[in-house]
């Protein structure tokens, strides 16, 4: 996965010229899709750029599509970036890969 690269003005942006061509892809718990915090203490005024291609689990599990960051369907439903920390594997194992 990939952190949150930009304001909302850059995401719309990148959007506009990219979405039939780029894809984020998330897996499971990877914490850092949750940097910079999109809500911690402050709002850092990051967001991601869309669509987002999620894997839950295994990747012969399939994935779900979400073109909207704050979809609870997608890597959002893990929002807290206290108990991601603990899984830095998921962001190690990119499509049933080690790396």
């Known amino acids: 996965g990939m952190p949150r690269t930009g304001n909302e003005q850059f ?18 718990r990877d914490p850092v899709v949750q940097v910079p915090p999109d809500a911690l203490i402050v709002n850092w005024h990051f ?13 012969s599990a399939g994935f779900h599509q979400c073109s909207d960051a704050s ?14 920390l603990l899984n830095l594997a998921d962001h190690l194992d990119y499509m049933g890969v080690d790396t």
């Open 47 to 59: 967001t991601h750029v869309e669509p987002e291609v999620f894997y839950k689990g295994k990747v």
């Open 71 to 84: 979809d609870k369907k997608c890597s959002h439903m893990y929002w807290d970036i206290a108990i991601d």
């Open 11 to 28: 995401a719309a942006a990148f959007n506009k010229l990219f979405s039939s061509n780029f894809y984020r892809v998330t897996h499971h």
